[in-house]
């Protein structure tokens, strides 16, 4: 039941009921299908209920009406290009910088505690420290002279203890 005298009837089944005669020239084409004859009947009926459907309530000049009520509508202005993304990211960029912010924030205040302590510490220290007397820091040759003494081995003085 191939080539072009079927599928024109087939095409033609579907647009209008198909006549007797057309009828007679499908069971004429497969005659020995059983399966193609119950498909053709099945087809048949189903063009036959769709046809019975009533039509659908659209107005002749329904696309007429469309257009004219999308030009009726004036159109949105579009946001600039940079407003919708910022839109969109805008509450996580001020999120981070309240976050970037607040560790700014806390670093600076380490900081001065840090600086408050040493200079707590340094003041302690300087209150508690006695100051070396002023001939000794003015008499810096003899001091320099104590470095450049020659310093004795600690092996050296237990060997001579030993001896």
Known sequence: MNGPNRDELLAAGLKRPWTNE???QLASLSPSDAEEKARLQEESNLNRLI???PSPAVSSNFTAQVLQAATAQPPRPRPWGWALPMRRWLPATAGLAAIFLAGIFVQTQIQLAHRQNSAK??????QTAPMPALELLQDFDAIHNLSQAPRQNEDDRVLAALQ
């Open 121 to 126: 510490q340094l003041a302690t220290f300087s």
């Open 51 to 53: 046809r019975e459907l």
């Open 22 to 24: 057309e009828e007679a």
